[in-house]
């Protein structure tokens, strides 16, 4: 049965730091590339960031480049999302998927509030 499980978001004032955590269970996590999206109110879910499975190369979205960085640990089956330098335009519930054996799975998500 194949789980996600997303934490560490949390409110943090302009200009912090946060880092999540999505911990990967039920398939063999290491060959499958991992995703973090997010969505705010209102607004449609937007892909912030990706890591490939095997060269573990990384992807951004412009809005976060500079600022966020993916990386996964394969030997503990977790992906994380090191986020510095948010902004209140960062608020939003942050999910991780994947899609191992052609199905797509998602987190429960973790919320993410910047605020003074």
């Known amino acids: 049965q194949v789980q996600l499980v997303e934490s560490g978001g949390g409110l943090v004032q302009p200009g912090g730091s946060l880092r999540l955590s999505c911990a990967a269970s039920?398939?063999?996590?290491?060959?499958?590339?991992m995703n973090w999206y997010r969505q705010a109110p209102g607004k449609e879910r937007e892909l912030v960031a990706s890591?490939?499975?095997?060269?573990?190369?990384?992807q951004y979205a412009d809005s976060v480049k500079g600022r966020f960085i993916i990386s996964r640990d394969n030997a503990k089956n977790t992906v994380f999302l090191q986020m510095n330098s948010l902004k209140p335009e960062d608020t939003a519930v942050y999910y991780c998927?994947?899609?191992?054996?052609?199905?797509?799975?998602w987190g429960q998500g973790t919320q993410v509030t910047v605020s003074s």
């Open positions: 998927n994947s899609r191992p054996n052609g199905r797509l799975y």
């Open positions: 890591i490939s499975s095997a060269s573990g190369s990384t």
């Open positions: 039920g398939f063999t996590f290491s060959r499958y590339a």
